[in-house]
């Protein structure tokens, strides 16, 4: 097994630019979440999935979207990018509830907003 | 207050050594503990869950005091490949809150 996969690695935008972050997992896991993680910060919760066409807004949600069509994928889409959204993005799941099983992590996305 | 808070370090610590860190919680509902384990650059790994009984894994021994909300993480006999960021990590119904992180170093 693959895991949780991350796609792409490092990226550097201009501000006002779009993208969007890739996730994937192979372990059929129902929950999926994503984080960003600021240098001396926890990991933030920006949307989490509790199953296919099933998203909600965490901690910090503005300025991000969403969408979850398949078990596997959960594609992270920033709008209008903004230097305060550089961070480590991270792509996570679990098989059981947000707060209340292991979470298995991608290997992030670096982020640069420039 | 912040919900999970964890003292940053760092901790320069000789091979050998046995070290402790510590994590409060202010969440009184919290359901689920767990450390995780964050090397430079690279994504968060469960090291251990952490039960009201306490745990030992190894060298790594876990404790949960409910009444004070607190989680304590202890590695004895350190080793160069400690190294890393510990994180403590809070859950409840619907919610998992991250510590940002205590600093290991271990020095040969």
């Known amino acids: 097994n693959a895991g949780v996969t991350q796609t792409p690695k490092f990226r550097i935008l201009k501000i006002g630019q779009s993208m969007t972050l890739q996730c994937a997992q192979d372990m059929n896991h129902n929950y999926m979440y994503w984080y960003r993680q600021d240098p001396g910060m926890g990991l933030k919760l920006i949307y989490y999935s509790v199953g296919a066409g099933i998203t909600d807004k965490g901690e910090v949600p503005n300025g991000y979207n969403v969408s979850r069509s398949t078990t596997e994928d959960f594609p992270l889409r920033l709008e209008l990018a903004a230097p305060s959204q550089t961070s480590v993005y991270f792509c996570a799941s679990s098989y059981s509830g947000r707060g209340k099983d292991t979470q298995y992590f991608g290997p992030g996305t670096r982020l640069t907003v420039l | ?108």
């Open chain 2, 1 to 108: 207050r912040k919900e999970v808070e964890q003292d940053p370090g760092p901790f320069n610590v000789p091979e050998g050594a046995t070290v402790a860190f510590n994590c409060t919680y202010s969440n009184s509902a919290s359901q689920s503990f767990f450390w995780y384990r964050q090397d430079c650059r690279k994504e968060p790994k469960l090291l251990m869950s952490v039960y009201s009984s306490g745990n030992e894994d190894g060298r790594f021994t876990a404790q949960l005091n409910r009444a004070s909300q607190y989680i304590s993480l202890l590695i004895r006999d350190s080793k160069l490949s400690d190294s890393a960021t510990y994180l403590c990590v809070v859950g409840g119904n619907n919610d998992m809150r991250f510590g940002a992180g205590t600093r290991l170093t271990v020095k040969p």
